[in-house]
């Protein structure tokens, strides 16, 4: 990876949100939504992004592309922090920057028709002349996400959830984007049709030289679509490393219990399951030290006032880190 090219670097991203209460309105707390988040994204290559509910991969998302604003950090493309662009700056960048939201019928105008969807952003970005040309770029979209031509002027309630996916991917793709965040894609699709979203995904990225950051809490979709994970706990990266090595050897004890979480297709297969005690805390006040203590089956004294930070295996060419005091990259207890 190191020879790869870095398309996004993320340094010591943070975002709060401030919580009011009082009959002023004063602020009276913060919640601590993402917590000095640094990583690289290398330009090809899918890097899924897990984790529990509430634990800030969507806000990571969201702050990446600024439709929310970081309270601070970077956010490096291609070398260049966006953070500092202007509007204007930021508008041209999007068409290299792209999202797919995990609710596609949430995303997508009930009013409007297909090409009215799909037509809209080559008119932002004023890239068809006409409405003839803008209607072959349309069905092009549209063949390029296996759905009929004859769909142009139909509305988004007449299609199947995974249609209306494949059409929301198609709008992602209209303006000929390098890299998508695609925020939890699948998760509102039956099983059946996760799959078939994922190898079209995976298909285009082929196709299209596209990079992907995947936010998903579904292990087994991300272990098939990138090519390394980020582990996420209540606003930080607790380990990072190749799908490979993370799902052979996961070195931190909340990776172990979401691995030990995944279902086996198998009856007469056993395995040991990692039960976690309580509930994620707060973000609105995170535990002292590690984060994780609480629940930790492994936590020890210094845990609850030392903070950890992520550290590689001894095997640097692996990249294989962790945010904690006993990681075991080698995979066993």
């Known amino acids: ?8 670097s993320v340094r010591n991203l943070v975002k709060t949100f401030p919580v009011k209460g009082g009959i002023l309105g004063r602020e009276v707390g913060s919640v601590k939504a993402v917590q000095d988040v640094s990583f690289d994204i290398y330009r090809g290559e899918t890097l899924g992004l897990v984790g529990e509910s509430g634990c800030g991969k969507s806000t990571l998302g969201r702050c990446i592309l600024r439709l929310i604003e970081p309270t601070s950090g970077q956010v490096l493309f291609k070398g260049k922090n966006i953070l500092d662009l202007g509007a204007s700056e930021m508008r041209a960048l999007r068409r290299n920057m792209q999202i797919v939201f995990q ?40 063949d390029i996400v296996g759905l009929r031509r004859e769909s142009i002027s139909r509305y988004p309630h007449e299609f199947s959830g995974g249609q209306r996916q494949r059409i929301c991917i198609a709008r992602a793709l209209a303006v000929k984007p390098e890299f998508l965040v695609c925020d939890e894609p699948v998760s509102a699709l039956d099983v059946s049709i996760q799959a078939q979203i994922v190898n079209l995904m995976q298909d285009l990225q082929k196709e299209l030289k596209l990079t992907y950051l995947f936010i998903a809490h579904d292990l087994k979709v ?14 930080k990266i607790a380990e990072m490393a190749s799908a490979e090595g993370l799902y052979a050897r996961p070195a931190h004890p909340y990776t172990r219990a979401l691995l030990s979480a995944i279902p086996i297709p198998d009856p007469t297969y056993k395995k040991e399951r990692v039960i ?45 880190r962790a945010a904690c005091h006993y990681a075991n990259f080698e995979g066993n207890r």
Do not use: W
Not at 226 to 234: H, K
Not at 284 to 296: A, E, I, K, V
């Open 276 to 320: 976690l005690q309580g509930d994620v805390p707060s973000p609105l006040n995170p535990p002292s030290g590690c984060h994780f203590h609480p629940r930790c089956p492994e936590a020890r004294e210094n845990c609850k006032q030392d903070m950890p930070m992520l550290k590689s295996s001894t095997k640097e060419a692996d990249g294989h």
């Open 103 to 142: 609710d596609p019928f949430a995303s997508l105008n009930p009013r409007m028709t297909i090409e009215e969807i799909l037509g809209e952003p080559l008119i932002i970005h004023k890239l068809a002349n006409s409405r003839e040309e803008r209607r072959k770029i349309i069905y092009e979209l549209l």
């Open 1 to 8: 990876m190191e020879n790869r090219e870095v398309l996004l």
């Open 222 to 235: 991300v272990e098939h679509i990138s090519n390394r994970v980020a582990v996420m706990y209540l606003g």
